[in-house]
């Protein structure tokens, strides 16, 4: 919100000498986010004056252009009378828009215009032009002209500061206002704000009620809740051809709009006054009764912008008997439109549902100056005031007469009552306050106190509707005192609190990748429909997997997601576009799965705290969302030097991923191959917690359509576990692995198996025949060749034994090792090596 301190003061009586830089300072201390205090027209210095042209003489010169050689009165600024001009000054001039005895601005020698444009007397055409008559746009009053301004007051005078005559100096403020604080997207919030803190007197704009419901005037009908209360007032005979004065265009402006036309400026104005979002109908346009209700399925609505809207049975409307003629709240249609011919206009002054224009607005991504004051709750007391101000100026400035009969339809909703302590401020803000001054402070906001004892009742002004909860007092009251006279307390952490289990587990892991070589990067949780197409997963598994998102930032990504590789994929595609080649980038982020059946959450008011019942229908809704830890590696993962040579990122170090990972939270995996997209078939590694069947993840080469399909590397790897699985399945998460004070017993065996045997089954088996004493099993050998024979392989494992309560003996180990070996050979057909 741009405010103009020149309009704040005519509602506020600011001190003497406050500058809009000091009253930036006072708002920022009652909690208002005061961005910048501009000085509308600070690029405008020097003598820039009024004049008053006394002659011009066209000139058509060998370029084919004509200019005029005017002579203008500048009052004290003027040269001495010549033999043949009087006390004046040259100025040549290429428009053609003005005649002898207009006023017009001067910008005189020494001057310098918006835009660093120094003004010097200067010989051209043959004469000196000793100054330039100035357009809006080399003033900065617009972006575009239509010629020279000419002036039509009769107040003003050759010789006169148009700095002054045109408003063109003022201090704007530019607040950022948050969306609880929807009144001050107005003059009358700031300036009320403003009166609050420096506690001086307020004047408000609003300075009527609204009266008891009438239909004499316009027919109006309400056919919706959404709309609380609708002010419908004629206003006839306007001139069509009446323009917006200097100031109001100019007070338009500042606050950050472009002047239009008279009426329309009017209607702006007086929502930027007020806050109260008002429109204007041609009514000779109108066809029979407003109507205000939703919209029915199939209907359609040229609004003003040109734009054909299809409309959602959720849209409210206005209508009449042609149909929809305005989104309510939102934009006016096209078919009552003010045309440059209109001379009778219908003033509607509404209050509509703050969450349904919300909607709306979101729906047709329309979002507008009215829709964002709507969205924010705009006082329902406010409308009639509001188009009885619009009715005034436009009989004031257009010519117009406001017909007797006027029509009002609902009522202004009663404001929620709130009864608190009144040491209530004092306990939660930790400020002295005594309680019988309380009831005053909180009266300066407008709202109605009565003391009940140690209670106060306390009923919230009608633009107040984010006052819903007794700490919403609370924090009022720190305003008005001053949140900076409130000593700050850090509250102590409670003793025996800190990381739980899973959590030091997954910062145990990132880390050690961290140390490992590997980079984290943080990726948006949303799947694109192309990122989906390219991943392989169809039409039915979206409908019955993935969870879409009502309001997505983007409408090309409106999935959540279900794996971590397309952000990773899209990561890897944007380094490698700019030449960083070898990366090893990882990511733990939650991934989502829609509930099946789907359920639908529930929608509890935010003024309130959802109890536990509601929380659980929430969070069940919600489907699953496991954390996964996912990693893409390509290019080289150790560089040529004088080690060696160059050693590419294959599938050994996402398997190495996947073993940092898992060992450091105390875990063994095991591999076993299987075919899963997006990997390489024949090239993908299924991980399991070693000795069960739990699936931790995948790991492997991607598959190369996948590949191209994200712009990535050939052979690129990639892996991805359910953190959440590996964390459960850690030891130090619900059991702790006791350590032995014992020393290890080493046996190794070699076993020859047919080549098409995994290593993991072997594995498998030796650990299942080991028994309780068996530590760890590791594969450390694999070799084929004559030895081996033709068609089978040799592996080789080393066996480690430990027990937790002595010290094995030869004859211990040897058995257990047997067993080992015994099982595997039932299991997998090996033949021990003994060479």
Known sequence: MKAPLSWLQEYVSLPDGLSGRALGEVLVRAGLEVETVELAGGDLTGPVVLGRVLSLVPEQHSNGKTIRYCRVDVGEHNDPAGADHPASRGIVCGASNFAVGDLVVVALPGSVLPGDFAIAARKTYGHVSDGMICSTLELGLCEDHDGILVLDDPALSPGDDAAAALALRDEVLDIAVTPDRGYCLSIRGLAREAAQALQVPFRDPVDRGVPAETGAGYPVRLESPACAVFTALRVDGIDPAATSPRWLARRVQLAGMRPLSLAVDITNYVMLETGQPLHAYDADQLSGPIVVRPAAAGEKLTTLDGTVRDLDPSDLLITDDSGPIGLAG???????????????????????????????????????????????????????????????????????????????????????????????????????????????????????????????????????????????????????????????VVPRAPVGRGLTARQRARRAIGQALAVAGFVEVLSLPFASVEDLDKMGVSAEDRRRRLVKILNPLSEASPWLRTTVLPGLFAAVARNTSRSNDDLALFEAGAVFFAEQPALVAPRPNVDRRPDAGVLAAMNDALGDQPRHLAAVLTGQWQPAGWAGPARRAGWEEALGLADVAAAAVGVRLARRSRQQAPWHPGRCAELTVAGTDVVIGYAGELHPGVGAAFGLPARTCAVELDLDVLVASAPGVGEVAALSPFPVVKEDVALIVAEDVPAAAVEAALRQGAGPLLESVELFDLYTGPQAGEGRKSLAFALRFRAPDRTLTDAEAGRARDAAVAAAVAATGAVQRTE
């Open 330 to 488: 939102v934009m006016g249609g096209e078919s009552t439109e003010l045309s440059a011919g209109t001379t009778s206009v219908i003033i509607e002054g509404a209050c509509f549902d703050a969450m349904t224009l919300a909607r709306t607005s979101r729906r047709h991504k329309l979002s507008s100056e009215a829709s964002r004051r709507f969205e924010r709750g705009v006082d329902p007391a406010a409308g009639y005031a509001a188009a009885h101000r619009v009715a005034a100026l436009l009989v004031e400035l257009a010519g117009g007469t406001l017909a007797e009969a006027e029509t009002v339809r609902g009522t202004v909703p009663p404001s929620p009552s709130q009864v608190i302590e009144a040491t209530l401020p004092a306990r939660i803000l930790g400020a002295d306050l005594e309680p019988g001054a309380v009831a005053g402070l909180i009266e300066r906001t407008g709202a109605q106190v009565t003391t009940d004892g140690d209670e106060l009742r306390i009923t919230p002004p009608t633009w107040r509707p984010d006052l819903r909860d007794p700490y919403d007092y609370v924090e009022e009251v720190g305003r008005i005192i001053g949140l900076d006279t409130i000593d700050p």
